[in-house]
């Protein structure tokens, strides 16, 4: 029997939800229960593909092509569960779908409505495509009194209602601010975020009180008393020096007792480690060193545009216990002046994935010069491509090297991709496409060079990892980039399709077209990361 967690969250945005419902299905799997967490974002885009990074953060891709919301970057993080296409839901593919309905006459006349036939539609998208899961944990996006959130709600009220105490909860997330003024906590917020929830029918089971410290006893009955749930079930949820901390801290204060005995589920538990997240929170807390890696992109004003990447990095200073300080560079600025010397003190540079001209020449600047400087280099996706065409210009001699992406150039060595293979199918784009889902997205295998670094590193040779990119290394260079010592270590199964490239001559360069950080774990570090990280110790030792 399957059960559903319901998550919402209220006064205000950016509370964590993610992050809360991450750690609960970790908390979960810790009892010995197999969990599977869900998305419902309120906002009108189809997926969040289109959208500003600075905007929406990342997008983060599962390993069958879907361009999701970067919570599931979280879910998969904390609990080792791969995310699905069917894991995350826009009002946008909602409204998409029914209207496709209705046009195709399956309504049989009927005047099409929110309810019931958009709420129907949300029902069946969070009941839909699960597996034996023993528990199915919902995010609602957004914060309960937004106009669009109330489709999502009514659904998973009417959920509630259908599926009985016995098989669904609601969790909700608010915020306790701290007066320091008055040296109060403040539980009113909470009390009219609750009030609001109640408006649209759904009374929480357990409220989840975000604040900068722990909520005493007496606050915790206070809110228990005006929103109408038991004091043990308001969980106190305060900062923490790392996120890796929050399933501990949560057990603590008994959240995942509470929810079994919800469930009535106390005596069924599977035996409770928590075990690999002391030993994470042990390593970040207690490091035995640090490295400093500089992050040179295009989207730095919102690091939720890199937060996997930035998740990433830290993964690999857990795995060889060291601090990883992030030094958060604007591409542009290698443009306009001369600010090579913020690349001076580091220990390691990354160049992650963007799109379009921008700062681009600000990225090869960098690549440069971590190529002279004997500077370890990790190039992702955009990052591999702005490093070829540096090689291209620098080492090949080929002059007017650039990629088609910014316009006509002499030389193509990064062009659009126009047909590639998926499996025993071709895919095939064309500039006129449409920008949303268009792109090489999810899963794809590379084989790798047995006498290269990166089969070194992996430890075998053949790999699969996560793509989304619209423009490709043009593979008709090769030979004039091997010739002055560009490695091609990586390539697709056909051999068409340049995936990785590394300097044998350098301490450590190493460019890939996919995106390694959407597979990293703490308790799993993706070993690109790792071998990244324990380069730049290198360095600091040699500096």
């Known amino acids: 029997m399957t059960r559903f967690i319901f998550i919402t969250g209220g006064v205000v945005s950016s509370l964590g939800k993610g992050l809360a419902s991450a750690a609960l299905g970790a908390l979960l799997q810790a009892r010995g229960y197999r969990v599977r967490l869900r998305k419902l974002d309120p906002y009108l885009n189809v997926d969040p593909g289109t959208m500003s990074p600075t905007q929406h953060g990342e997008v983060y891709v599962t390993d069958d092509g879907a361009e999701t919301d970067l919570d599931l970057g979280h879910y998969e993080r904390f609990t080792g569960v791969a995310a699905r296409r069917t894991d995350n839901v826009t009002t946008g593919r909602i409204y998409t779908g029914v209207i496709e309905k209705e046009r195709r006459g399956d309504y049989l006349g009927a005047t099409v409505q929110v309810i019931p036939h958009v709420t129907d539609a949300i029902k069946e998208f969070a009941l839909g495509n699960i597996e034996g899961e023993d528990f199915v944990l919902c995010e609602i996006g957004g914060t309960v009194g937004d106009i669009e959130s109330l489709p999502f709600l009514e659904a998973i009220r009417q959920l509630g209602n259908e599926l009985g105490r016995e098989r669904a909860m609601f969790v909700h997330l608010t915020l306790v601010p701290y007066l320091k003024s008055a040296g109060e906590l403040k539980t009113k917020p909470t009390q009219h975020s609750v009030k609001e929830l109640q408006s649209v029918g759904i009374q929480p089971d357990m409220i989840l009180c975000r604040c900068e410290q722990d909520i005493p006893a007496s606050e915790r009955r206070k809110i228990a008393l005006f929103c ?27 959240m995942d007792r509470q929810m079994a005995g919800h469930f009535g589920i106390e005596n069924t538990a599977g035996e409770l480690d928590l075990s690999r997240w002391s030993h994470i929170t042990d390593r970040v807390r207690n490091p035995e060193g640090e490295v400093t890696i500089a992050v040179v992109g295009k989207y730095t004003n919102l690091l939720d545009s890199y937060k996997s990447l930035s998740e990433a990095l830290a993964h690999g200073g857990i795995a060889n216990n060291v601090r990883v300080s992030m030094n958060w560079i604007d591409s542009e600025i290698f443009e306009s002046e001369d600010a090579v010397h913020q690349l001076s003190d580091v220990e390691g540079i990354l160049v992650p994935g963007g799109f379009g ?187």
């Not at 500039?431 to 084989?447: E, F, H, I, S």
């Open 357 to 543: 001209e921008r700062g681009a020449e600000g990225k090869i600047a960098a690549v440069q010069f971590a190529r002279e400087h004997n500077v370890p280099y990790f190039g992702i996706c955009f990052g591999m491509q702005m490093a070829v065409i540096e090689l291209a210009r620098s080492l090949a001699r080929i002059k007017g090297a650039g990629s088609t992406e910014f316009g006509n150039c002499a030389e193509p060595i990064v062009g659009l991709m126009t047909e590639w293979s998926r499996g025993s199918d071709v895919e095939r784009r064309g500039n006129g496409d449409n920008l949303g889902g268009t792109m090489r997205l999810g899963a794809y295998d590379c084989a790798l060079a047995d006498d290269s670094l990166v089969r070194e590193i992996y430890g075998e040779a053949n790999i699969s990892e996560r793509h989304r990119h619209r423009y490709e290394v043009n593979i008709n260079y090769r030979d004039k980039l091997e010739a002055a010592g560009v490695k091609f270590s990586g390539l697709s199964p056909d051999g068409v399709l340049p995936e990785i490239i590394e300097l044998p001559h350098h301490p450590w360069f190493v460019g890939v077209q996919f995106h390694p950080e959407l597979k990293s774990k703490p308790f799993d570090p993706h070993p690109l990361f790792s071998s990244f990280i324990r380069a730049a110790i290198d360095r600091s030792r040699l500096v």
């Open 228 to 254: 109408n749930v038991p004091v043990d079930n308001v969980i106190s949820a305060p900062d923490v020096s790392t996120i890796y901390e929050v399933p501990n801290c949560y057990h603590a204060r008994g």
